[in-house]
């Protein structure tokens, strides 16, 4: 899947893989090049049927795969999405018929009978993607990857390095992760880590004890990593997401949310701690935006645009976020949907 094909296949494969179909930007599902490759070889009024993972009618799988197909003359005209495997493996598929052509209605969706089946596999009109809005940009992040254990502290150890050097302080942050957020009552950080932003390696080093645990448990691993980049600059996280970090600095809290999870939630955290890349980070700290990224209208809209792990929700910000119109509400809506939002966190909270 996606961007795994890079780690478990190679550098060079990925590369063959964008060349050979240019519809795909490295993120989509190999399922997508299947549908493609089988599409290429039908004649015309050929038909194919395939079986896929339920992400061929979601995201970047969608739109590098099934859209491709659609705009290129495919009509889906037989399709059951999110089937229960019936094998061992615990996860859902699609199965989908096209043909290439145009074949007349009615078409069977999940054993109904409609008049168009969309690549999302539903039937909503053609063409119905939205458009990714310019006031939603910059205000939501994929949280930090850091791409190496050795960066991770225990409390025992953090609180080591601020006996030792109170300045440690300076680079040694909690580090909230989807598992902390989901599972502990109070929502707080279980693990500390180190961090030492974009800096260069002089900076770095003037905090010795804990570039020592650095230089010692993430510079042998990432002195074999095959990219280059995470060679050189071994002592940064691979994505340190200087650009959240600078959007969330003038807020009181931040807002997160787990990036897969069968729940639909959004919390309040405090600011400065480390957010992983298992949590999507957006820079607001107020209770009209928490209240509508909470309401199952914003819900619909994420599951609908969304991707999915097995029937988890995958919260992807650039099609469940930045494609969302927020409602255009007066000062006094916005303070009516607060004064609902507000005490709706805190009593959850508690």
């Known amino acids: 899947g996606g961007t795994r094909i890079r780690t478990v296949l190679g550098d060079e494969y990925q590369q063959a893989l964008v060349t050979s179909f240019p519809s795909t930007t490295g993120n989509a599902d190999i399922s997508a090049l299947f549908f ?6 039908l004649r015309a009024n050929g038909v194919l049927g395939l079986i896929a993972t339920n992400t061929i009618a979601q995201g970047d799988t969608r739109q590098a795969g099934l859209e491709v197909i659609s705009r290129s003359g495919g009509t889906i005209f037989s399709a059951q999405s999110n089937v229960r495997w019936p094998g061992i493996a615990a996860v859902f598929v699609n199965v989908v018929h096209i043909f290439k052509g145009y074949i007349r ?6 054993g109904l009978q409609v008049s168009q089946i969309s690549t ?3 039937s909503r009109p053609a063409n119905a993607d939205p458009y990714q809005l310019i ?5 939501s992040f994929n949280g930090t990857y850091v791409n190496g254990m050795g960066f991770i502290l225990e409390p025992t150890e953090a609180e080591m390095l601020f006996q030792i050097d109170p300045r440690n302080k300076e680079v040694v942050f909690l580090y909230l992760n989807g598992e902390d957020l989901n599972n502990n009552p109070d929502q707080h950080p279980s ?3 180190i961090n030492f932003h974009n800096w260069p390696l002089e900076r770095a080093s003037l905090y010795a004890s804990s570039m020592e645990i650095v230089r010692e448990r993430v510079y042998p691993i990432r002195a074999k990593n095959r990219d280059k980049q995470r060679r050189e600059i071994w002592w940064q996280f691979t994505r340190p997401t200087i650009e959240l970090y600078a959007a969330v600095e003038p807020l009181t809290r931040v807002l997160v949310r787990s990036r897969v999870s069968d729940k639909f939630i959004f919390s309040f955290v405090p600011k400065g701690w480390i957010y ?6 957006f820079a607001y700290d107020d209770g009209f935006h928490y209240g509508v990224l909470q309401s199952s209208i ?18 992807n910000p650039t099609n469940c976020f930045e ?8 000062a006094e809506e916005q303070e009516s949907i607060t004064l609902r939002a507000e005490p709706y966190h805190e009593m959850r909270r508690e």
């Open 191 to 193: 693990r500390w880590a």
């Open 298 to 315: 914003h819900e619909v809209w994420a599951r609908a645009y969304g991707s999915s792990l097995k029937m988890d929700l995958l919260y």
């Open 105 to 110: 209605e009615p078409y069977l969706l999940d």
């Open 323 to 330: 494609t969302f119109p927020f409602p255009q509400v007066e």
């Open 120 to 122: 999302f596999l539903d």
């Open 36 to 41: 493609l490759k089988a599409f290429s070889g």
């Open 135 to 139: 006031a939603n940009s910059g205000r």
């Open 276 to 281: 992983n890349e298992r949590l999507v980070v």
